[in-house]
Each structure stands twice: as C-alpha cells, then as structure tokens.
C-alpha cells in the first residue's frame, strides 16, 4: 500500500488538476463551521516554505499529508498548490484555520485558502508555483462572482504576519497575473489580449502547437479553446473561423 495520499476525486477546471482529500466532518483538524455569511466573499494567498519531498510525490502533497495526520499545528487551508501538483482539503462552503483571526475573524469566516508552495529563490519551480496559484486564485474568484478587490494576503487579515512573504514584494504584478487568467477565462480565443480575435491570435495558437513559440500560462489558457489543457493545431482552427466570423472558438 502506498504511503501517499489517493485523492478521493480528481477534477479538471480551466486545465488545472485538482486532487480531493477533504478533512471529513468533525474532524479535530479543522474548525466544523460554515462560512459567516454562508457565501465566500474573499479568496486569501498565502505562501508556505518548500520542502525536501520523498521520492514519489511533492511538496502540496506532503503538506496535504501532514494536515491529515495532524502535523500541521492546527492550520488548515482549502488548497495547497506547488509547482506540479494541487490538492483540496476543504469544501469551500467551510471555514479554515489560516488567518490567525480565529472562529469569528473575517480571513477565516469568509475566504478560501490558497497556500503556494515556494523556495523565495525565483527559481523555475517557484515561477510556476506561483503562476498556478495565480490561476487558481483566478479560477475561484470568478467562480464565486468576485470582483479581484476581493483577492487578499493574509497581511491583509493579520498584520503581524508577512504573508505571502516570497509574493508579497511584487504583489502587483501577481494581481495582474490574476486579471490576466480571469480575462482568458472569459475571451476564448483572444491570445494577445487586445481585445478582439484575429488571424494573429490563430497564427500564434499554430506556432504554439508545433512548438515555435511559447505562450504564457494566460494566452495558453485564451489559446486552449476545447479545454483539454494543451494547445493544438485543432485549436488554431478553432480561432481562424472564429476570426473570419465563423463560430465562436
């Protein structure tokens, strides 16, 4: 039997994998209590050290891990995401404990959790880890109706804790990031985000596809009409007849 975690379901949303091991109810690893106002209202970024992951797995599962078992000291987030992996230990009808604002605080009674997973170092992996909670973060937000005032950092809710610490330097410019997959998620097709579609867009999903250019997690995301996580030339086609007038992409 393996020691790693089996998710209990594996979801795809906007090419993202998703992996479920909720916390079960009445469970002592987290508070067993509905959001405040039964809605999320805000979606809070945090950052967590990486660590030194055993052969096999990663860094959000080994964390996710550890909830579980009980050796997290008490914290207990919905999502933890590093560079190749993400993981989901709560619903997001339910509070956490990650805002050091307790049972009645708004950063637990009202937002959902994204840990990303970072060395500091702006390494390859830390650029992805935190261009995927990025879209995550994206991802939730306009699930849930919100407007991108409503992204926080934990500073926000607590501000003793410099929290995103590795993010918080050029937070900006992760807001952006933000927008930007927000924007792809809502303009199918639209790859250099000037707000139409044209044969430029269709040219450089094809440059994409056969691997002569490279996209950025947004214009990938804009390119990937049919959803199945990868650019295609079957995509590009998609987004010429899109361009010309033909359906949509």
């Not at 880890?129 to 939730?140: H, P, Q, V, Y």
């Not at 996580?229 to 359906?247: E, P, Q, Y």
Request: proline residues 3%.
């Amino acid at each position: 039997m393996s020691k790693f975690l089996t998710p209990d379901k594996i979801r795809n949303e906007y090419g993202l994998e998703i992996k479920e091991k909720l916390i079960p109810d009445g469970s002592r690893l987290k508070p067993n209590r509905k959001l405040t106002r039964g809605r999320v209202e805000y979606v809070t970024i945090h950052n967590t050290d990486d660590i030194n992951e055993a052969e096999g797995t990663n860094d959000a599962e080994q964390y996710a891990r550890a909830t579980l078992n009980g050796n997290m000291g008490g914290v207990s987030v919905h999502y933890y995401i590093d560079e190749t992996d993400c993981w989901q230990l709560l619903r997001e009808d339910e509070m956490g404990y990650h805002a050091a604002d307790g049972n009645t605080g708004p950063g637990n009674g009202t937002s959902l959790a994204i840990e990303i997973i970072m060395k500091g170092d702006k390494s390859k992996d830390d650029r992805e880890a935190e261009d995927r909670g990025a879209k995550l973060a994206a991802i939730l937000l306009r699930k849930h109706g919100l407007a991108i005032t409503r992204l926080k950092t934990h500073r926000d809710w607590y501000p003793k804790k410099y929290c995103p610490a590795y993010i918080l330097p050029h937070w900006s410019e992760f807001v952006k990031k933000v927008l930007d997959y927000t924007y792809a998620m809502n303009h199918k097709g639209d790859i250099d985000m000037d707000g139409k579609v044209t044969t430029k867009d269709a040219r450089l999903a094809l440059r994409a596809a056969v691997g002569l250019a490279k996209l950025t997690g947004p214009q990938a995301l804009a390119a990937d009409t049919d959803g199945d996580g990868k650019v295609t030339t079957k995509d590009a086609r998609a987004i010429l007849k899109k361009s010309v007038g033909g359906d949509t992409a």
